[in-house]
């Protein structure tokens, strides 16, 4: 069974500084993998989709790594804001599943 | 703009009453799907549906019903609502159920039920 964890649960960096989120899955025999971020009282936004065949996907200051052999992968927040507040969520999507199976989340605080 | 729409935003229920969570995509999108959202808990799926016509049973489906007459609406229905269906609700949709499809949310739709 697909068990996907988030670390930290939590995290409060300065303004400026860059920041790396971290998403690890069990299995690896994975389809795709994709980086939401959900505001209070919000909706998911997509942020960054990488297949099983890539290895990184960018997004202005937003870049997604993945390394599906050790079932890892990164967000990398470059330069960060406070707008870029919020909770970040990951979800894998497996072999010839319908599903997306998600993390529970890393709630960034970008303090100014 | 294009994309999903749910409604209500929020409703309280009383306990047994029946209810129906609505959500239309005009993205023409084959998949859409419903999750609940708990503290604790995250995202878990409900109900989903692969294309117009077809629909099938995600992690937690009980007390739950569905359909999809076309390829925009996919209401969710509460028979008889309990207290344990407090939650948030969000309908998603993707281009293919495959493994390409990029998820897109909906704003929400949060339920209380006395």
């Known amino acids: 069974k697909q068990e996907v964890t988030q670390i930290p649960a939590a995290l409060s960096v300065p303004e400026g500084e860059n920041l790396v989120l971290n998403c690890s899955f069990t299995?690896?025999?994975?389809?795709?993998l994709q980086w939401f971020r959900q505001d209070p009282g919000k909706g998911l936004t997509s942020l960054l989709l990488?297949?099983?065949?890539?290895r990184e996907q960018t997004s202005g200051r937003l870049n997604a790594s993945l390394d599906k052999s050790s079932g890892r992968s990164t967000l990398y927040i470059a330069a960060s804001q406070p707008g870029d507040s919020a909770t970040y969520l990951c979800?894998?999507?497996?072999?010839?599943?319908?599903?997306?199976?998600f993390g529970s989340g890393t709630r960034l605080l970008v303090r100014p | 703009i294009a994309g999903i729409t749910q409604a209500p935003t929020s409703q309280i229920l009383a306990a047994g009453r029946r209810m129906t969570l609505r959500c239309t995509q005009d993205?023409?999108?084959?998949?859409m799907y419903w999750y609940r959202q708990d503290l604790g808990l995250g995202l878990r799926l409900i109900h989903y549906?692969?294309?117009?016509?077809?629909?099938g049973k995600g992690e937690v489906p009980d007390g739950y019903s569905v359909s999809r007459a076309n390829t925009d609406d996919f209401p969710l229905t509460l028979a008889s609502a309990v207290p344990s269906q407090t939650s948030v609700y969000f309908c998603?949709?993707?281009?293919?159920?495959?493994?390409?499809?990029?998820?897109?949310f909906g704003e929400g739709s949060r339920l209380t039920v006395l």
């Open positions: 993205m023409r999108h084959n998949a």
């Open positions: 998603a949709s993707s281009k293919t159920s495959g493994s390409v499809g990029e998820l897109f």
């Open positions: 549906s692969n294309t117009a016509g077809t629909t």
């Open positions: 990488i297949q099983s065949s890539q």
């Open positions: 299995d690896s025999a994975i389809y795709n």
């Open positions: 979800a894998v999507r497996g072999d010839s599943s319908y599903k997306l199976i």
